[in-house]
């Protein structure tokens, strides 16, 4: 079955780049949507379509694709920010996959 | 604004069934695809079922497959999924979250989720 493979954890310092990745071997064929899961509340989407936000998302997110893996990038990180992500692709049109989640941690 | 609201849940014994429902508010209901996605405590977020804004289509897990059904009456804007021959790893809570079948397609919006804990 389809995988989509991200780091368990990511650190970063107030202020600064937060970078998640996602891997795939059919994410090159695919889209990726990426969602914000805050401790105790539900999945909300940031960024649909690889790299589109949707309104009400602060511009500080952003999404890129390279190949089989795509990325959500957190521009000047703030303490909200802290929160697992999840990558999501569908596969082959009739079934939804989500990465294991990354755990964002905001030192 | 969109407002998805799950209820259903609770405790079941291995073996039994259980029926959790969906009610949808602010958005055309009957033009959206809706999904069941489920949480284990602790755990990753685990898509579980799909079904088309008309109702013809369905898709599920492997984990489910067989077990569960996903349903819906769009008359009422309200989105089911029953659950049979639960098993304790179904335990978990579950979403339902707005999103056509197609393959740019986001879960868009998400309920507040219910809990389902499948125990003797």
């Known amino acids: 079955s389809y995988v989509l493979t991200q780091p368990p954890s990511v650190s970063v310092s107030p202020g600064q780049t937060a970078t998640i990745t996602c891997s795939g071997d059919?994410?090159?064929?695919?889209?990726a949507s990426w969602y914000q899961q805050r401790p105790g509340q539900s999945p909300v989407l940031v960024i649909f379509?690889?790299?589109k936000r949707p309104s009400g998302i602060p511009e500080r997110f952003s999404g890129s694709t390279s190949g089989n893996t795509a990325t959500l990038t957190i521009s000047g990180t703030q303490s909200v920010d802290e929160a697992d992500y999840y990558c999501?692709?569908?596969?082959?049109?009739?079934?939804?996959?989500f990465g294991g989640g990354t755990k964002l941690t905001v030192l | 604004q969109v407002q998805l609201v799950e209820s259903g849940g609770g405790v079941v014994q291995p073996g039994g069934s259980l029926r959790l429902s969906c009610a949808a508010s602010?958005?055309?209901?009957?033009?959206?695809?809706m999904h069941w996605v489920r949480q284990a405590p602790g755990k990753g977020l685990e898509w579980v079922a799909v079904?088309?804004?008309?109702?013809?289509?369905?898709y599920y897990a492997d984990s489910v497959r067989g077990r569960f059904t996903i349903s819906r009456d769009n008359a009422k804007n309200m989105l089911f999924l029953q659950m049979n021959s639960l098993r304790v790893e179904d335990s978990a809570v579950y979403y339902c979250?707005?999103?056509?079948?197609?393959?740019?397609?986001?879960?868009?919006?998400w309920g507040q989720g219910t809990l389902v804990t499948v125990s003797s």
């Open positions: 602010g958005l055309a209901f009957s033009s959206y695809g």
């Open positions: 979250a707005s999103g056509d079948i197609a393959a740019a397609a986001p879960l868009d919006h």
């Open positions: 999501q692709a569908w596969d082959r049109g009739t079934s939804v996959v």
């Open positions: 079904i088309s804004y008309a109702g013809t289509n369905q």
């Open positions: 059919k994410l090159g064929d695919n889209f």
């Open positions: 379509q690889d790299t």
